[in-house]
């Protein structure tokens, strides 16, 4: 296992590095953001990444889209201090095979890398169920309709369901749109008010089913 570490944190970075190293992982280079990581792998190719989420700069799930883009082979591992479910399922919807907290226990966070070598997806406590969740959502949802059934949603609704569906977060779409991010969470509301559903999950799952 050729490992890539990418975390803006020098003192986490090196602290993770030796002890991987110190059982027998191959750390094959370390990156301090999103961009650099991207670099990184064109000269490294690693055969899997350990990403934090949140960088300044290029983030975590920027970075895992722009290298599951050229390098679909490689395994992502994203790296969080928290479980927050729109980092979960952007970083899963950007191709990230897993993710895992900071707060982890050492060995436990080496077995769920060790688990992903062997094939499976790891995932910190907790968010396996929570993915579950999300597809019975999409298994629960009835055929999709015709455009004729679809309620109209505005232009700007339409632009914050797109890149929802992109995986993008509210704080990347405030960004992209030019709107404060509590001005995406209303229309996030309106929008599954007019869809009559019930929660971004839900949202996500429905989207996926209009192929956005």
Do not use: W
Request: overall charge negative; charged content about 25%; aromatic content about 4%.
């Amino acid at each position: 296992m050729r490992l890539l570490l990418v975390d803006d944190n020098p003192l986490y970075i090196e602290g993770l590095k030796d002890y991987l190293q110190d059982n027998g992982v191959e750390v094959v280079g370390t990156a301090g953001d999103g961009l650099e990581a991207v670099a990184k792998v064109e000269m490294l190719r690693p055969d899997m990444i350990v990403m934090d989420v949140q960088m300044a700069g290029c983030d975590g799930i920027e970075a895992t889209r722009l290298i599951k883009r050229d390098f679909p082979e490689i395994e992502i591992v994203m790296l969080s201090v928290s479980e927050d479910d729109e980092h979960l399922f952007a970083a899963i919807r950007a191709g990230a095979s897993g993710y895992l907290l900071k707060g982890m226990e050492a060995p436990l966070f080496l077995a769920e890398l060790r688990r992903l070598a062997a094939g499976e997806a790891p995932l910190a406590p907790g968010m396996a169920r929570r993915i579950l969740r999300e597809f019975a959502g999409r298994e629960r949802e009835p055929a999709p309709e015709t455009a004729a059934e679809r309620p109209a949603l505005s232009a700007r609704q339409g632009e914050v369901l797109r890149m929802l569906a992109e995986g993008m977060i509210y704080k990347e779409i405030g960004a992209a749109l030019g709107i404060r991010e509590i001005t995406v969470r209303y229309h996030v509301n309106e929008i599954l008010g007019k869809l009559h559903l019930a929660n971004r999950a839900q949202l996500l799952a429905h989207a996926a089913r209009l192929n956005l």
